[in-house]
């Protein structure tokens, strides 16, 4: 025998009968490369093994061997299998001879033990890897072990029956393992159970492994909803230790190519997750592969595979999801990275176009319905709050009086449903406003090459109509920027509008009424508030529906036809006076820069439902507008109450003192002497109590207590202070877009986008994208003198001319660069002033003379700009 055996067979029982060895072996070690050496000692163990019972069963083949315990002996007596396997244990304790194989005996008796072709292996476990692993070390020939991944790992049956956890050992195998002997006994004891199972496969009368594998889970207790049977840090060792050999790592992809297909007939047409939950084994084993994202995937293997995974039924997709949300935020990310790889390069590698819809690549589809499973257990496996839940409106909003279309025609009212929601959020009982922080940032989901690509006039038609054989990535809103959701809402409010006008001329033909396609409000600029508001409550109380019109202003006593800029000035004006400290509805913290609801306001909840109208216009009709709230009001307004962590933003002196409050080291109660008792101010500097508790005056804030404390300070500053007026501001926020997919489309901080916009001004991204009409280019002397001179304004003054310009000083989802402005010629060298077509985002500019000229007439015009004219 070779002294490299020799050496493997000597170490091996020092390594195996170590106290510390057998005990950190049950208990899983957490030195991943001491584990897997002692799992190919084992394996090595196990060969030996093998070696000594077919020594003593079949000899090694000389006649004249002079081995006691070889059969080939003539001084040998003859030992039935039983006792064969319990002797080849004995043997190899003792470090005994070990023959080798006489050259009559190659290749025939001895090869039997080797079973270079391992056929009868249809499923695999690490140890048997590490035993395959092991031989074709030895023989510097991996085929064998090619050959057996390539026959298990383009199986189904195989795959699913592969890597199984064993049953976790119990409180009293656990005791037995704390002294010297009892490691010493519990480590044969395993390696003479390796033996025997080695013995029963070669034994003709035994049954396969395979069977009994295949029967049930007999080792593996009722799983939870989290769980699968697979051993996945035991996939990850294989894995890792795989994977650097090229030519194994090929057969991973051959067989992968071959199993998908498979798969995705069984998930389709034979209903396979349903009567063996365990099918989901396979592709969590699949999913462990790191190579995956590499380009000899993602051309034929990973498709196929995504194809396959996007057939299964919604439970196996919850599941899936639960389990990979207890994965950490790397392994995540490289899930996620490998999906997003593959959609990359469908998209980079295709041309896709109007009549080439992106919609229609499979490899795409598949790889986003994937990515959805990725993106639900990554708000799951992060912080999120499930709780803090608002109340639904108890008045239910009040539906229109007229008759629909549908109604009119003699048919019943469709989508009388409410808003969209996922059914894999439904399934797991989970929102992504119910996310806090998760595991990596949301941001990473969103891929901006398809975004590129995609159609959304046609997206959004799919979206509608929620057809099987066309897909809708708005869907899937996790992997469109805000851009696109906004060009997406922008459609759906737009089609309600036409809708409504068509409705209404329906309308007034079958009733004979006047005519009114919009929602028309006419107002005094001395008067806004008055005018606005008493026209809002009148529409609201008498036909909600109107809301969803076309906003038409009118000012009264000038000319300006509406085509959205003279909108965006009413909006602008109405915020201003809202917003205006001295009528109370909001307070104003100067610290922040924010406004908040004032619980002492004398405002009616009437009041605060017109501000939310107003709020809900300005998004249905694609408007920006100035107002400053914390976050935590756009999460209200997506359902979710405030809590303590939302007290940073909204109140950080607040925020602060509760965090020190919590932290503190010493005796709450004796060193700050504080109550559940808080008080406040009213407009008028007076101050108000309020017991967080029953007699909250007489109870301390104790160490064991604060925590609640902090809590309910927390719940009553943004939540029951403000109760009333926010339910009605959420109340009309509703009336206008209960029917949109807004909440379905956006997160809390994008709706702050929607509605403010952005404030950081890019003008060098405008002046990229702004086109130019009239006798104007780009090379123009004047194009150029005016951007040098908006270029040298102060920050204060860009805002201006963006305001003058535009009709707000906000930048638009996506930035500057997504405003598409136009600089007309208005005639030769003059005294008049530039002049806007705020409506068309179009700057009229006459073409003066001097830069000097250019800057002191536009500088007069963007600082006493008002009103609107006829041109």
């Known amino acids: 025998m070779n002294s490299d055996e020799r050496d493997c067979e000597c170490a091996l029982p020092q390594a195996e009968t170590s106290p510390a060895g057998g005990y950190d072996r049950i208990q899983e070690e957490s030195d991943i490369e001491n584990t897997e050496a002692s799992r190919m000692k084992r394996a090595a163990a196990k060969h030996l093994i093998e070696r000594y019972y077919h020594q003593l069963t079949e000899g090694c083949g000389n006649d004249s061997c002079s081995n006691t315990w070889c059969s080939s002996s003539r001084g040998s007596h003859r030992l039935d299998n039983n006792a064969a396997a319990v002797k080849a244990l004995e043997l190899y304790k003792i470090n005994a001879k070990l023959c080798d194989p006489h050259p009559s005996k190659k290749g025939t008796t001895m090869n039997h033990c080797v079973r270079d072709d391992f056929k009868d292996v249809n499923y695999l476990t690490e140890e048997k890897v590490y035993e395959i692993l092991h031989i074709c070390g030895e023989k510097e020939d991996y085929s064998p072990l090619i050959r057996v991944i390539g026959r298990v790992f383009s199986s189904a049956e195989g795959l699913v029956q592969s890597f199984r956890r064993s049953k976790p050992p119990t409180k009293e195998e656990l005791k037995s393992l704390q002294s010297k002997d ?191 499973i990725v993106y639900y257990a990554n708000v799951m496996g992060g912080e999120v709050d499930t709780e803090h839940n608002e109340e639904e409106d108890e008045e ?45 940032p949301f941001e990473e989901f969103v891929n901006e090459p398809l975004n590129e690509v995609l159609e959304m006039d046609k997206d959004y038609t799919f979206f509608k109509v929620e057809t099987e054989n066309k897909f809708s990535f708005m869907t899937c809103p996790f992997i469109l920027n805000a851009v696109t959701k906004n060009l997406g809402l922008y459609y759906d409010n737009r089609i309600r509008m036409y809708s409504e006008r068509r409705i209404t001329v329906l309308y007034s033909l079958v009733q004979g009424q006047q005519l009114n396609p919009y929602l028309r409000l006419k107002v005094r600029r001395d008067h806004i508030i008055d005018d606005a508001l008493v026209r809002l409550e009148m529409i609201a109380m008498e036909n909600p529906a109107d809301l969803k019109k076309q906003l038409y202003v009118e000012f009264e006593g000038e000319q300006g036809v509406d085509e959205g800029g003279v909108s965006k000035e009413f909006f602008q004006l109405v915020v201003e006076e809202i917003f205006n400290p001295d009528i109370g509805m909001f307070a104003y913290d100067e610290r922040t820069k924010m406004f908040w609801f004032n619980p002492s306001s004398f405002e009616n909840e009437g009041q605060f439902t017109l501000i939310g109208i107003v709020l809900g216009l300005a998004i249905y009709n694609n408007c920006i507008l100035d107002v400053h709230f914390p976050m935590v009001v756009y999460r209200k307004l997506m359902g979710k109450k405030g809590t303590f962590r939302d007290l940073a933003d909204s109140n950080p002196v607040l925020y602060q003192s509760l965090k020190e409050l919590s932290e503190y080291e010493g005796s709450v109660e004796e060193d700050m002497m504080i109550t559940f008792q808080i008080s406040q101010t009213d407009l008028f500097g007076n101050p108000l109590m309020y017991d967080l508790r029953e007699n909250g005056d007489q109870i301390p804030v104790t160490n064991e207590n604060r925590k609640e404390f902090v809590a309910q300070y927390a719940e009553y500053m943004l939540n029951k202070s403000v109760e009333k007026q926010f339910k009605a501001f959420r109340r009309g926020f509703h009336m206008v877009t209960n029917e949109s997919p807004l909440k379905y489309l956006f997160r809390p901080e994008e709706i702050e986008l929607l509605i403010c916009g952005s404030r950081n001004l890019d003008f060098q991204a405008l002046e990229e994208t702004t086109e130019y009409d009239g006798g104007y280019s780009r090379d123009s002397r004047i194009i150029k003198e005016f951007w040098e001179t908006l270029h040298s304004f102060a920050e204060e003054q860009k805002r201006l001319f963006l305001q003058f310009t535009t009709g707000t000083d906000r930048a638009p989802v996506g930035g500057l660069g997504k405003l598409k402005m136009i600089i007309a010629k208005n005639g030769p060298d003059t005294d008049r002033l530039p002049t806007s077509h705020t409506c068309f985002n179009v700057l009229l500019l006459p073409e003066y003379d001097t830069r000097e000229k250019l800057r002191e007439r536009l500088l007069k015009a963007i600082l006493y700009a008002k009103g609107f004219g006829m041109l």
Request: net charge negative.
């Open 182 to 372: 009892e490691d010493k006994d519990e480590d044969e004891e395993e390696v003479a159970a390796c033996s025997d199972a080695a013995m029963e496969e070669d034994s003709p009368g035994s049954s396969s492994r395979l069977d009994g594998a295949a029967s049930g889970d007999n080792d593996v207790g009722k799983l939870g909803p989290d769980e699968v049977s697979v051993d996945i840090d035991a996939v990850r060792r294989v894995y890792q230790r795989l994977l650097s050999n090229g030519n194994i790592e090929t057969a991973f992809l051959n067989a992968l190519v071959y199993l998908s297909p498979n798969v995705e007939c069984d998930l389709t047409y034979h209903n396979v997750y349903s009567r063996d939950p365990n099918y989901l084994n396979l592709f969590v084993v699949v999913m462990e592969n790191s190579n995956l994202h590499s380009p000899d995937y993602l051309e034929i293997a990973l498709p196929q595979f995504c194809r396959a995974m996007s057939k299964l039924p919604l439970p196996a997709l919850a599941k899936l999801a639960r389990l990979w949300s207890h994965y950490s935020a790397e392994q995540i990310h490289r899930i996620m990275e490998t999906f997003q790889q593959l959609i990359t390069y469908k998209v980079v590698s295709n041309e896709f176009n109007s009549r080439n819809l992106v919609n229609d690549d499979d490899a795409v589809v598949a790889a986003t319905k994937c990515l959805k």
């Open 396 to 440: 239910p909003i009040p539906e229109s009086s007229e008759l629909t279309l549908q109604e009119l025609l003699g048919e019943e009212r469709r989508n009388k449903k409410g808003p969209r929601v996922d059914p894999l959020e439904t399934e797991l009982t989970i929102r992504t406003s119910d996310s806090r922080r998760p595991l990596i």
